[in-house]
């Protein structure tokens, strides 16, 4: 399979379950398509990278009870988890996983830790320069 040139960058910020299962499944769906993906994790998506708890369906108070049935129904429909889709994705060669350095020191998280998550802990030039390259860049 041979991989698209420009890639495709997703810039992961929200913590949020929703948001990590749509950068996960974009990643996925990008190297299924034969397509480099890279994603960027910043704060409360690098905070819950960092605490290994990208899978678990947090209820937030700005809206509890729509979280609560997307939580059911995930369970209900058997979708993948984050991190499976993730490591599938990572498998192929196509997707790359970066941490913001700011970010981790901000959000308290273990620099090794989070090295060990990820391909790279990048700062905001190497941010700015995947997306002068990127086809595409979505913010999550």
């Known amino acids: ?25 974009c990643a996925g769906s990008a190297a299924a398509a034969g397509r480099r993906c890279d994603l960027v994790f910043f704060f409360w998506a690098l905070e819950r990278l960092a ?5 678990e369906i ?3 108070p ?3 009870e729509r979280e609560a049935l997307l939580a059911a129904q995930s369970q209900e429909v058997g979708t993948r988890s984050v991190s499976s889709m993730l490591n599938a ?3 192929t060669g196509l997707v790359r ?7 981790a020191n901000l959000v308290g998280a273990d ?10 802990i990048i700062g905001w030039p190497t ?7 990127a086809a595409h860049v979505l913010y999550l």
Do not use: I, N
């Open 1 to 25: 399979m041979e991989a698209t040139d420009a890639p495709l960058l997703v810039l992961c910020h929200d913590g949020g379950w929703d948001h990590l299962y749509q950068a996960a499944s």
């Open 51 to 55: 605490a290994d708890r990208l899978d």
């Open 58 to 60: 947090e209820l937030q």
């Open 62 to 64: 700005r809206d509890a």
């Open 89 to 91: 994705a990572r498998k």
């Open 97 to 103: 996983l970066f941490a913001c350095s700011a970010s």
């Open 111 to 120: 620099v090794d830790v989070v090295a060990e998550r990820v391909d790279e």
């Open 127 to 133: 941010v700015l320069r995947l997306s002068e390259r």
